[in-house]
């Protein structure tokens, strides 16, 4: 606890401050989003799936039975026809998929990128429990890819908790690489149950070739929503000035003043908002940004009524500062 109280909320990853999102968790409603549309979508409208079903036991065939819950296995073995009975699941499992690379150890106003995600993660994981839902996280970063898998209530939320701050410290042992989000969510898919939901929450800069495709496949089976935190310096291109920055190498000064660094940035930043429309978007996940000086509780709240509304007007305020 003493070392929590020297340290920078705004630059590192607590436990005080994601218990404190709690508070917000009544707020939310994850099945407040629109209709997911999905390749196995049933004949009604639903926002998220929600919970299914869970067989309970087989039983003797009735007059009025549905024939397609017919178990054909006991009818075999036995030599009378039985059907499958089946009860509505109490505990859906959602999964926050948290990004811990390097590039989430950034901010130039109010807080780190990876502060940001550590809180989203931890409101929705107390969304979740609130709704009785269990909760599981995966991290992907400079200390690998580690999941925890999903846990019903307070113990759901303390092991998240844990495993976002040791994952987030920039002082534990790392890897010589970086892991991408193909590696993630190739993981996640050998674990998940169906009927899950799955939330992303990245900067997206670590997208792999294989992301849309991952994600596709989950999208079958399961609700996904990508939850993208950046920097205002991210989202627009910087005045000429003389900008010290840190790379993984060593420290180094940017001269935005230099049109061959400014259109550098803007290529980049081209090259990335195409990416994420031909991974994220074009796999028909819904897609959320949130910067790390927005209101970000309200924002959230507000976007998971209409993610594409939030996109939109996040796309908008973007291209118009390439613009300026």
Do not use: C
């Amino acid at each position: 606890m003493a070392t929590e109280a020297k340290s920078n909320p705004n630059t590192q990853v607590l436990a005080k401050t994601m218990v404190g999102t709690r508070h917000h968790a009544r707020q939310f409603n994850l099945t407040s989003i629109k209709k997911a549309s999905s390749a196995i979508s049933g004949l009604h409208d639903s926002r998220f799936r929600g919970r299914g079903m869970d067989y309970l036991e087989s039983r003797i065939y009735q007059a009025g039975d549905d024939i397609r819950n017919m178990d054909w296995r006991v009818t075999a073995r036995t030599g009378d026809a039985h059907t499958k009975l089946f009860q509505e699941e109490r505990e859906r499992p959602t999964y926050l998929v948290v990004d811990t690379n390097l590039g989430m150890h950034f901010g130039t106003r109010q807080q780190f990128k990876s502060v940001l995600a550590s809180k989203v993660a931890a409101l929705l994981g107390w969304s979740s429990v609130m709704q009785g839902d269990r909760i599981g996280v995966m991290t992907f970063g400079i200390h690998g890819v580690h999941i925890i898998k999903a846990t019903a209530g307070k113990r759901g939320m303390m092991a998240m908790t844990a495993h976002l701050i040791k994952a987030f410290d920039r002082n534990q042992q790392a890897e010589n690489q970086q892991h991408n989000l193909d590696e993630a969510l190739k993981q996640l898919r050998t674990i998940i149950r169906p009927g899950s939901l799955v939330v992303v929450v990245s900067d997206f800069y670590s997208l792999g070739k294989d992301a849309k495709r991952h994600l596709l496949q989950l999208r079958k089976h399961n609700d996904v929503l990508a939850i993208k935190v950046s920097d205002p310096f991210e989202n627009s291109l910087p005045k000429p000035a003389l900008y010290g920055v840190q790379t993984d190498s060593r420290p180094r000064v940017l001269d935005t003043k230099q049109n061959r660094t400014i259109k550098k940035l803007y290529n980049k930043q081209q090259q990335h908002f195409t990416a994420l429309k031909e991974s994220i978007i074009k796999a028909g996940v819904p897609l959320i940004p949130l910067q790390t000086d927005y209101a970000w509780v309200n924002v959230l709240k507000n976007s998971l009524s209409n993610p594409t509304l939030a996109y939109s007007n996040w796309v908008n305020q973007w291209q118009g500062g390439q613009n300026n």
